[in-house]
């Protein structure tokens, strides 16, 4: 295949005479560099270069070829700069997804912030009520970039962990359950507890049910509500007790409840960076990226999240 690198290789060694100088100058190794100009020698068919004692000679069919990639080389220039500046006209429009109920929906104004200081050309669309399938909304275009739960790589997904969140048992004052003396509530007194939890299609509700499961019992479900918000109010309201990572809890919210650790293993949810394994990243998804990945990182430094470690 015909490729602007094999390009780029191939007029650097015309240019410099040499394949050891040539790849200094690329920054590469020798042997990529020679493996590179041999595979555009086996696509085209013909031998372009003669290597010797005294360093590298153009056969007439290399000489040929070199006229024209150095057009090519141009072309390809070009396209970029101008696909460049499209990007750049159209303010680097990104459609980012929050996971809802965590510490990742904390960060919408902190990242709106930035992005206004440092990229003001930007144009975000954010979805902190982002729920379902993550590769289906990846692919498709609504969402470019995602703080979402999960680890590993999935259809269509690339993944990159952030920061691991630690869920908590929320329950309103009157419902307060039983804790050891380290203030740990053993989940196996959950058995047949009324629990207001995320509906089947958020990413949290496995993660429960699945630590429900190695308890031996199945959570006896009251109500399903998807917003955090929604879910506050449930408790307020005495409908049951919540699961939730308690990073996105205000302080005035938390002086309303009895917060008590799960035992005796830790219910914990890993956050990732998504984006697209099958399409390019563009310069504003990646410089969007960096921003979070730097303010995750911020906020780990300080502590500012409760319940929330790097992963």
Known sequence: MLSPRKIQYFLKVVDCGAFAKAAADLGV?????SQQVAALE???GRRLLVRSVHGVSVTEAGRAFYRHAQGL????ATAEAEVKRIEEASGGQIALGLATCGAAATLALPILERVLAERP???LRIFDNFLGSLGDSIMNGRIDLALAYGAGS???VRRHALFVEELF?????CRALAAGADGVVDIAALRDVPLVMPSAVHFLRPVIEQACAAAGFRPRVVAEI???A???GALDNNAGLAILPRAALEPGEEARLAIHRIGPQRIEATVSLCTSADLPMTASIEALAAMITSLTQERLAVGAWAGVRAA
């Open 29 to 33: 190794s020798q042997p990529t560099l």
């Open 42 to 44: 086996a696509y085209l």
């Open 73 to 76: 080389a141009k072309q390809f």
């Open 121 to 123: 050309g930007f144009r």
């Open 154 to 156: 999935t259809r269509g």
């Open 169 to 173: 048992l929320l329950a309103p004052p």
């Open 226 to 228: 998807d917003s955090l």
């Open 230 to 232: 929604g879910l506050l």
